[in-house]
């Protein structure tokens, strides 16, 4: 029986993105998973990006990092020449909703011309023709990777699922540039023949979170005793996804997902962000008086949710944790890791590369 796409008994993982919260959580999981692999992190380390989130890797010798950023053309293409690479699992993106709405431009160039970048020198160098444009032809096992979310979709009403065969309706920059971006992965697999996969997931928690998205921010507020802001009724639904239930269903796409395919990635749990906010308070011991309603977002999706069966059904991946157990123990690492958090908040943290690597 013939490999399929990515299934390598070696493969040079270059991870972009790879020191915020999800893109670390990958590198770990794969080099514990996968001890053949090599992994190159390519980071730029904006606020969002954390090495300490890596101190467990830092000495592998499967693990190296670089400092820079996916819209610099000539430095990804030095990276290309350097290190056989046989993955891109593109990570690297503005995500924070809010920030999109106040200063949009970096969400536009960061994660629309960036992925171009990575998309071209990845064809550059893997293109077994590279002079000729009618060509189809790739290098054995690669594969280009767009990590993507559900955001792309739109909002959902009370009922139904997002299917991946859905048009694209995004509300916010951010979503609007996450779009873009999937299409243009598309556009390079089917215009060049590029080997792509894109996977679209729901909300992600667990641990390493920057401490602006929902649940660290909440948590961290309520072990301080400080004010629980909850835009408009708090009644906003997405599905909740652990962080490492998500590596686990890239890893699956990368050793048996079909060139071209999206994959919808969900958590099966959809709760209300006010019902979120009130079981950390439970589970901290805290006051509901902390929660403070504030003016709702422009352009706030009121309602997403998976439908996870074409990664269920076809690769055969599932996700592992109950929300219940998957709270109790993010809440528990943010209780355990209070330095991180307060290294986080105050931007302490930005001094480690500096530390550790100059």
Request: hydrophobic share 35%.
């Amino acid at each position: 029986m013939s490999k399929k796409l990515g299934q390598t008994d070696s493969r040079v993982l270059l991870v972009t993105g790879g020191a915020g919260f999800i893109g670390s959580n990958f590198i770990t999981y794969i080099l514990q998973k996968h001890p053949e692999d090599t992994i190159i992190n390519l980071d730029v380390l904006t606020y969002a990006g954390n090495l300490e989130n890596l101190k467990g890797v830092e000495g592998d010798p499967r693990y190296t990092f670089i400092k820079g950023d996916i819209r610099d053309r000539d430095m990804v293409r030095g990276l290309f020449k350097t290190y056989p690479i046989t993955h891109v699992v593109n990570f690297a993106a503005e995500s924070h909703v809010d920030r999109s709405i106040v200063d949009p431009d970096i969400f536009l160039t960061t994660n629309i011309i960036g992925t171009e970048v990575l998309l071209d020198e990845a064809k550059r160098a893997w293109k077994i023709y590279p002079e000729d444009k009618y060509s189809k032809e790739y290098k054995e096992g690669v594969r280009f990777h767009q990590v993507s979310t559900d955001e792309v979709y739109g909002a959902l009403g009370k009922e139904g699922l997002f299917v991946e065969s859905m048009p694209l309706l995004p509300n916010s920059p951010y979503s609007a540039s996450k779009a873009s971006a999937d299409l243009i992965v598309r556009s390079y697999q089917k215009t060049f023949g590029l080997p792509v996969t894109v996977s679209r997931c729901s909300n992600n928690y667990g641990a390493y979170q920057f401490p602006e998205k929902l649940i660290p921010l909440m948590i961290n507020n309520c072990i301080n005793d400080r004010s629980l802001p909850v835009y408009g009724d708090g009644m906003q639904i997405r599905d909740w996804l652990h962080v490492i239930d998500h590596c686990s269903a890239i890893d699956a796409i990368l050793e048996k997902g079909e060139t071209g395919d999206i994959y919808n990635i969900g958590g099966n749990n959809e709760k209300a962000n006010i019902e979120i906010v009130k079981l950390i308070i439970k589970t901290l011991g805290k006051s509901e008086e902390l929660i403070t309603y504030v003016k709702d977002r422009p352009g706030h999706d009121r309602r997403y949710a998976i439908d996870n069966t074409k990664i269920t059904s076809q690769l055969g991946w599932k996700p592992t944790y109950t929300f219940e157990q998957g709270m109790k123990e993010t809440i528990q690492w943010y209780l355990d890791n209070q330095k991180w958090i307060e290294r986080v908040v105050s931007g302490d943290y930005q001094g480690y590369y500096e530390r550790m690597y100059c």
